[in-house]
């Protein structure tokens, strides 16, 4: 059994910050990679950013030079830091991981989603 928790979702005005977290736990072997994506409302689900086991990152263009994306491998955590946020930034983020199991088999799984809202 694999869980995928996030934390960290909240309220800000325009320009504020937030951390998004997301926790893996359960039997994974190594993680391939970990992702953030976002759905606002009446739009479809988007990739935010990405980083992979070496630690490599990728950004949309949308979120680049505001966004940082780590990873604690040690927990198995990804954290999403967020900053000069923006009303367009306001979405539900969801956290996907793609990893390998002790099974030797590779699985993926999304977290249940975290509210994001900027407003003044």
């Known amino acids: 059994q694999v869980q995928l928790v996030e934390s960290g979702g909240g309220s800000v005005p325009p320009g504020g910050s937030l951390t998004l977290s997301c926790a893996a736990s359960g039997k994974i072997y190594s993680i391939y990679k970990m992702e953030w994506y976002r759905q606002a409302p009446g739009k479809q689900l988007e990739l935010v950013a990405l980083?992979?086991?070496?630690?490599?990152?990728n950004y949309a263009d949308f979120v680049k030079g505001r966004f940082t994306l780590s990873m604690d491998s040690a927990s198995n955590t990804a954290y999403l830091q967020m900053n000069n946020l923006k009303p367009e930034d306001t979405a539900v983020y969801y956290c996907?991981?793609?990893?390998?199991?002790?099974?030797?088999?590779?699985?993926?799984?999304w977290g249940q989603g975290t509210q994001v809202t900027v407003s003044s």
């Open positions: 996907h991981a793609e990893f390998r199991s002790y099974d030797d088999s590779d699985y993926d799984y």
């Open positions: 980083i992979d086991s070496g630690h490599g990152t």
